[in-house]
């Protein structure tokens, strides 16, 4: 693609500085590897026939468990209904819903701007989805009526210089309220889903992605870790700080554990990076 040739031609540029034959020779030869090694991977990639119900869009063999469903689009998080028969996935632009046994997909439902990376969560009667989206807003839609959900108007999120982006989503109070992640503000807000207002708001560590409630305490997994000290090297995720190493990937990972009597947070669990996203 244009990228592997921007690269290679600027490799035969230097290649012209070296002095002596056989040094331009074999870093000739090593060009013309990256070149053909370029066209191979830009082929690869516009070749549709090799996907298949085997492979991944990125040509990748994947053996879970159980049985799977395919369909346009790339989930991102799902919930399932309290009697285990419907389950529904959030995908990059929508809400769908599957029964659990025969994996059939019996309805579907647009997210406004596109859906933001987790959270969803079910309303306890089983006819309401929440969602958030890229758009700073927590979705709704009735999934009530078998043939045709339908959206239901969106709850604002408090935003500051960016946008709030809210992710994970945990409904409270018998559904009357719910938690909401918002990921690019680091903040973890009760918001009342009677009244569409935020009860409170309370600051978390960089990049809040999950949430859950044990008792009057909530766990809330930050993907970018803490925030940092002074001593910390740092890069900015959506305009925060964080602690990243030597490759600029984020140096730590934390969940927050928030009492929701006193909302304050009560304490930082540290933990492997590679076990957050959850």
């Not at 000739?28 to 996907?51: H, P, R, W």
């Not at 053996?63 to 996935?89: E, H, I, W, Y």
């Not at 439902?109 to 959270?119: I, V």
């Not at 089983?126 to 999934?143: P, R, T």
Request: aromatic share 6%; with cysteine; proline share 4%.
């Amino acid at each position: 693609d244009v990228g592997h040739g921007a690269i290679v031609v600027q490799l035969l540029f230097l290649s012209s500085q070296l002095n002596g034959k056989s040094r331009r020779r074999r870093f000739y030869n090593g060009c013309e590897m990256i070149a053909e090694l370029a066209l191979a991977a830009f082929v690869l990639q516009t070749d549709t026939s090799k996907v298949s119900k085997d492979l991944t869009s990125a040509y990748e063999l994947l053996t879970p468990a159980g049985q799977t469903v395919s369909f346009n689009g790339r989930p991102v998080d799902l919930c399932m209904s309290v009697d285990g028969k419907t389950v529904f996935v959030k995908d990059n632009a929508s809400i769908r819903r599957f029964d659990a046994d025969s994996l059939q997909e019996t309805g579907r439902q647009a997210s406004k701007e596109g859906s933001s990376l987790t959270g969803i969560a079910l309303s306890p009667d089983g006819k309401l989805v929440w969602s958030g989206n890229s758009a700073s807003e927590l979705n709704a839609f009735d999934f009530s009526i078998e043939s045709k959900p339908t959206p239901l108007p969106a709850i604002a999120m408090p935003r500051s210089k960016r946008a709030a982006y809210p992710c994970g989503v945990e409904l409270i109070q018998n559904g009357a309220k719910a938690l909401v992640c918002l990921s690019m503000k680091n903040s973890l807000i009760q918001v009342d889903l009677g009244t569409s207002k935020v009860d409170w708001e309370v600051p978390t560590d960089v990049a809040p992605f999950q949430v859950r409630v044990a008792g009057n305490r909530a766990f809330v997994s930050c993907q970018g870790g803490r925030m940092p000290t002074a001593k910390d090297r740092t890069a900015l995720s959506a305009g925060t700080a964080m602690p990243v190493d030597s490759r600029g990937v984020a140096l730590t990972g934390v969940v927050d554990v928030i009492d929701l009597e006193t909302q304050k947070k009560s304490n930082v669990v540290e933990v492997d990076c590679s076990l957050l996203a959850c």
